[in-house]
């Protein structure tokens, strides 16, 4: 057969190899550019990794760009549905911002809202790929799935010594609503951590969690100027949930009206979007793709989110992950934040009048502000209570407040208490082993946007680490829903990393759609 005119030389033969949701195919040479892969999969642009052997796939989508590559063989399992992860993961991220947390159905409870219902059908979802053998979770080895492992099994030894205790009926179902939780949190760790196998699916995953974030801040702005609630509207849909909200969407502190946009409290609105903010900056800047309005405006609202929830939590944990993020910017984005930043500031104390004097005193006035006083007043009886069961704990999600004051807001005492001191360091460990993870994937990683992608993730989940001393995380379920999400993708940057031939760089994505 006559080649066309200009047409380029014959490349290496095709070899075919089975491979997730599709064929890998050698490439050809590419017009002096280089041979690039191409995958015959669905929309022919996602990539796939070898789940048993630990090494990329001969392919690229949209990020990568490959040199001469050698034919892999083909896996025992074949992992498949990466696009399909990255969808019903979007639906949960859905469902994590858009209807409340406070609104559940009655006859399970705190754990019977949306998002957590779809968390657990996320988990059954990855079980079920794993027994039908479209995805091989033994030889799929990450630092976070063992934190995670070692999360469950605190917990569950836990609750297995919890009749030695004889817990009251409030107390066991609290424990079981905290088993309900795990499985929520696994789910979404698990999908996103072994899933999410290309880049393109990432963005998207990273751009739903971003605007999610932003629609959140977007409700908080109403609340915050116009004292007018969306929340309301938004439960109207759910048929057959009850509200069950123990908190008001508006609470003052001095001459402020904090909000909690589509969070449970303002103090859980502002950790989210200090959780979020890291990764909303990375697509400013790398998501080059789309026009500058769309990629700054949702971290401009993300970021207005700190200041309207009048949380000293979130200024520490914004504090932390922006320090992460802007130490491992490259050069010029670091200056550009750097030089931003004071501009930010005065704008924020110019436009919201007595801020200034509210948060100085909430961090000055330590001696006389209530909330401190009752933390510290519940020292011996933490301190009491981790005596009487040192190792194990009386079982999670069972140190129940009979009133305000007994409310700990330290996740950290608050899982002493209820999982000892072998879950106090497995909450530990649950936090920062994704940072560790994050920031090793990053040294693997030579091109700059993931590596960058990496820092953002790290300062996400070490600002979920350190802003768990001053909340009781777990007892709001739209930071564990999010702080999962974040654990979930460390875990997946690490599996591309370790995966990652070291002749691909991968270049940042055109033409992704969300």
Known sequence: MTEPPGASAPGPRRHRA????????????????????????????????????????????????????????????????????????????????LFPSDTVIRVIGAQGYVAGITAIVLFLAWAVTAILGFHDPVHTRYPVRGALGFFWIASLLSYAMMPFYAPDATQRLSADRWVMLLIGMSGVILMSAEHLRSWPDILRVVRMVVWGGAFSGFVALFQFW????????????????EHDGAYSGFQARDALM????????????????????PLALWLAFYDTARRPLRRWAPAGVIGMCIPMSVSRSAILSLAVALAVLIVLLPVVNRAKMLAFLPVGIVVIFATTPGYLRTILGSFTGAGTDPSI????????????????????????????????????DNQYLKSAIELGGVGLLALCLYFFVPVVAALIARTWFTEEAPRALCAAIGGACMAAGVGSFTFDAFSFAQFAAVHALVVGLSGTLWLHAR???SRRTPTLPHEVSA
């Open 226 to 241: 116009f004292r007018w609630d969306l929340k309301p509207y938004l439960r109207m849909p759910l048929v057959g949930f």
């Open 18 to 97: 089975a491979g997730a949701g599709g064929l890998w195919r050698r490439p050809a040479t590419d017009g002096g550019r280089g041979r690039r892969a191409a995958f015959d999969g669905e929309r022919g642009r996602r990539a796939a990794f070898d789940g048993v052997r630990g090494r990329p796939a001969a392919t690229g989508s949209g990020w990568w760009r490959t040199g001469p590559e050698h034919p892999l063989p083909a896996p025992s399992v074949h992992p498949e549905g990466s696009r399909q992860a990255a969808f019903v993961l979007q639906v949960f991220i859905l469902t994590v911002f």
């Open 258 to 277: 904090r909000v909690s946009g589509t969070a449970n409290h303002p103090i859980e609105l502002g950790v989210i979007a200090a959780l979020i903010l």
């Open 373 to 408: 006083t009752n933390r510290l007043n519940n020292y011996p009886r933490v301190w009491a209570a981790v005596q009487e069961r040192p190792w194990l704990g009386q079982g999670g999600g069972t140190d129940i407040a009979p009133d305000a004051t007994k409310i700990l």
């Open 499 to 501: 995966r990652t031939d």
